[in-house]
């Protein structure tokens, strides 16, 4: 290590100081970004979880798709009411290019996976139990339901489910599945 | 006339005056000026030192870079699912393959499975190797390399082989030289 003099010590601090904050700035502003990046407009942050019966899934792998992320948990009521209605829409519209991935957060991966199995959903059931996944798409609220367009860009952010949402889904799923 | 004379006169006097100023102070306007160009020499002699510090440091981490890859030739007796990477202890890579990694690798890719860097000295590499075995079972091998890290780049391949003496796969860490 070579030895410094003071002076020298603060010139190079001083040389360090203008892009050490250039760096910082750069940094806040890849965070900003990185923390909005599952906002509508943004590309689908990617990720691999294992799935259920069905090895690893990568969402990039499915470019050129239209792409429903389901994160769910088996804790979430109207969860478990809007998984088969995914399962509906999937078997109509696997053929036009309809993917979905539905997440679970639970700690419990043993639960989740008996509920995945009653449920006989015919879409990859994944699970993210260290919600690095979750943190990615920035869950906040359960169900959330991200609608990714072929382009791997996120065009729709459903924090919740109700009945009365179905028409919307389907509707912004067709137009989707039209582009 | 007398008129023409004394302006004339005032003329040449000011521009005598001025030429005066230069000349009378050429020492001080020379001497200023090479007390200038010496600061800036200084200067620059000051700068070049400390680019030359900023330049090994950031170049000495370069040369303690150390990479990673993954490749498999295997056909028969392993279906890879994920690689755990340890370095010294510490876990610095986990990647999971889907079927489409998988067949990629299978066919001749080599997947840059961690880079970064490692002082100067010895270090234990270990890789846990995921996957399902012969009979379709769940299969799950390390593999463990000690080296001696010098000054320049290492590269390391963990490499996935049959070995059809045994019929069971094969998982060697080895470096590049």
Redesign the interface.
């Known amino acids: 290590m070579?030895e410094?003099p003071c002076s020298?010590r603060f010139?190079?601090r001083r040389?360090?100081s203008r892009p050490l904050r250039a760096l910082f700035l750069l940094s806040t502003l890849a965070c900003v970004s990185a923390a909005a990046s599952s906002a509508p407009g943004q590309p689908a942050p990617d990720f691999?979880?294992?799935a259920l019966d069905a090895?690893?899934?990568?969402i990039s792998?499915f470019r050129g798709e239209v792409v429903v992320v389901n994160f769910w948990a088996a804790w979430c009521g109207p969860c478990q009411q809007a998984l088969p209605r995914l399962d509906e829409l999937y078997q109509r519209y696997q053929r036009a290019g309809l993917v979905i991935l539905a997440i679970n957060l639970d700690d419990d991966v043993a639960r989740a996976q008996d509920i995945s199995r009653k449920l006989s959903l015919s879409f990859p059931m994944l699970f993210d139990p260290s919600k690095e996944t979750g943190r990615l798409y920035q869950v906040d609220s359960m169900p959330m339901t991200v609608l990714i367009d072929r382009e791997g860009i996120v065009r729709h952010v459903h924090g919740s489910y109700r009945e009365d949402d179905d028409e919307l889904y389907l509707k912004q799923l067709r137009e989707l599945i039209d582009e | 006339m007398t008129r023409w004379i004394l302006i004339l006169a005032a003329v040449l006097a000011s521009s005598l005056a001025m030429g005066q100023d230069v000349a009378s102070n050429p020492g001080s306007a020379f001497k200023g000026l090479d007390q200038d160009v010496q600061s800036l020499k200084k200067e620059v002699l000051?700068?070049n030192?400390?680019l030359f510090?900023?330049e090994?440091e950031l170049l000495f981490p370069a040369n303690t870079q150390v990479a990673v890859f993954v490749s498999m030739d295997v056909g028969t007796f392993f279906s890879l699912?994920?690689v755990t990477l340890k370095l010294d202890g510490k876990e610095v890579g986990n990647y999971?393959?889907?079927?489409?990694?998988a067949a990629a690798l299978l066919k001749g890719g080599v997947q840059r499975l961690y880079l970064g860097n490692l002082k100067v000295g010895n270090h234990e590499m270990v890789a846990f190797f995921s996957g399902q075995g012969p009979h379709e079972r769940d299969y799950r091998r390390g593999a463990t390399l000690t080296f001696e890290k010098g000054v320049g780049a290492k590269y390391v391949e963990l490499k996935i082989s049959d070995r059809q003496s045994q019929q069971q796969p094969e998982f060697l860490i080895k470096e590049w030289e």
């Open positions: 070579l410094t020298m010139a190079i040389a360090w691999v979880l294992r090895g690893n899934i990568r792998e | 000051d700068l030192r400390e510090v900023l090994e699912d994920s999971l393959y889907t079927e489409r990694e």
